[in-house]
Structure formats: C-alpha cells, structure tokens
C-alpha cells in the first residue's frame, strides 16, 4: 500500500531563512510519481511539481528545490530566501502507476515565514 | 485560460437536507477527481473519472453520496440526506490523463449542521 510521511507538522522561519520540507514515501511499484502542492490561507491548493519515479535528476524552480532520492525514498522541498508569502500548508502526494490515479497525500507541512 | 471551476464556494444547509457540488474541469482534460479534505482524514480521494466514467469509487464514504459525469465538461457530487460529519472542504481535480499532474479548483466549503 502507499504511503507518504511528513513528519514536520509546523515549521516557522524568519524571513530569508532557507527552509527544507520533508516528505518519505512508501510503495512497491516501480512506477510511480510524486507531487508537491501548496495550500496557502485561502485554501486552494497549487500544483508545484510531478516527478516520476525513473527521473532521479534535482530540480529548481526559482527560490524552489526538489531532491528526489530513491534510495532513502524520499523527495524533499527546499525553499531558499523564505518570504512571507511562503506561508502555506506544503502536501507531498503519491501516485502509484497500478492504483490508477489515486493520489495519497501526506499529512501536509505548516510553513510560517515571520517578518 | 480557466481553471477549475467549483460552485458553490460555500454551502450551509441542516442535516437531512440535499447538498448538490458542482465541478466544471479544465477544458481538455478528460480526468476528474473529487476530493475531500478534513482535519480528522487530511486529503482523501473519494471518486475519480476518466472520459466520463467512474473508474474508481472506493472512497466513496456511503451509499448517501454519489456522483455523475454526464458531459466531458461537467461533474456534480451530491449528498443526500447531509449529516454534520459531512462538514468539510471538497475539491474537484483534474487532469489530461490519469497519470499526470491533477490540477484543482477552489474547492467548496460545506457546513452541515
């Protein structure tokens, strides 16, 4: 079964700070794919980034980060020079290619940026 | 070019009552999803569609919840009767094939009291 385990609920940083948002996942497909998404104050919830499971290469977006590693199944999130308007639930989810398009999501991270 | 599109973005309404969410996708994308989030369960899937076909319903909670596809551009998920543990945020999602990136609307905010 799938899985996915963030195990920092609430993170709080000044303004600037980097900061990395955990997220370990548990499956036994090979195929598989890992999303981010962010839900700020007003509840929407924003596609970050989908990696699949053959393409281990790091990704950056900005003042955005990805490093995905199979081999400690984890797919972690750093954000570099942290802003106020970083302050959001951050949901890391899971797809596996034989559960169809379920996805699972992780218990979210509470990211407050202060001033 | 529209998002998806969720009404209404808030409902109230007494147990017992008929609740009815409508979902409109992304035009082009030929996946639905319909979500559930609480702070009990988090985000839960309940049901998805694939050109209009439900493909997966084991999320459904109970027979008191169902859900329609007639047309490639609208969904509805109706509750019927409401009870307050049905208070929560619903989602609807979608996507150009099952296995990419699901792409959500606002959601709708029910309170069932």
């Known amino acids: 079964a799938q899985k996915v385990t963030q195990a920092q609920t609430e993170i709080s940083v000044v303004e600037k700070e980097d900061v990395t948002l955990d997220c370990v996942y548990e499956?036994?497909?090979?195929?598989?794919?890992l999303f981010w998404y962010k839900q700020p104050p007003s509840g929407e919830l924003v596609f970050l980034i989908r990696?699949?499971?053959?393409?281990?290469q790091n990704e950056i977006s900005g003042r955005y980060s990805w490093n995905f590693q199979k081999s400690t199944s984890s797919f972690n999130f750093t954000i570099t020079a942290s802003q106020v308007v970083d302050s959001a639930v951050y949901f890391c989810?899971?797809?596996?290619?034989?559960?169809?398009?379920?996805?699972?999501f992780g218990e979210g991270t509470q990211l407050t940026v202060n001033p | 070019d529209a998002g998806v599109i969720q009404s209404p973005r808030h409902e109230v309404t007494e147990m017992g009552q008929e609740v009815t969410l409508r979902c409109k996708p992304i035009?082009?994308?030929?996946?639905l999803f319909w979500y559930r989030q609480t702070m009990m369960r988090g985000l839960e899937l309940l049901i998805y569609?694939?050109?209009?076909?439900?493909?997966?319903d084991s999320g459904m909670p109970e027979d008191r919840f169902s859900a329609k596809m007639p047309n490639a551009s609208f969904s509805t998920l109706k509750i019927q009767p409401s009870e307050p543990r049905d208070s929560a945020v619903y989602f609807c999602?979608?996507?150009?094939?099952?296995?990419?990136?699901?792409?959500f609307g606002p959601g709708t905010r029910l309170l069932v009291l």
């Open positions: 999602a979608s996507s150009s094939n099952p296995v990419r990136s699901q792409y």
């Open positions: 499956t036994r497909d090979t195929t598989y794919y």
């Open positions: 990696r699949n499971s053959f393409d281990e």
């Open positions: 989810a899971l797809s596996e290619e034989t559960s169809g398009s379920r996805l699972t």
């Open positions: 035009s082009g994308h030929n996946s």
């Open positions: 569609f694939n050109n209009n076909v439900p493909i997966d």
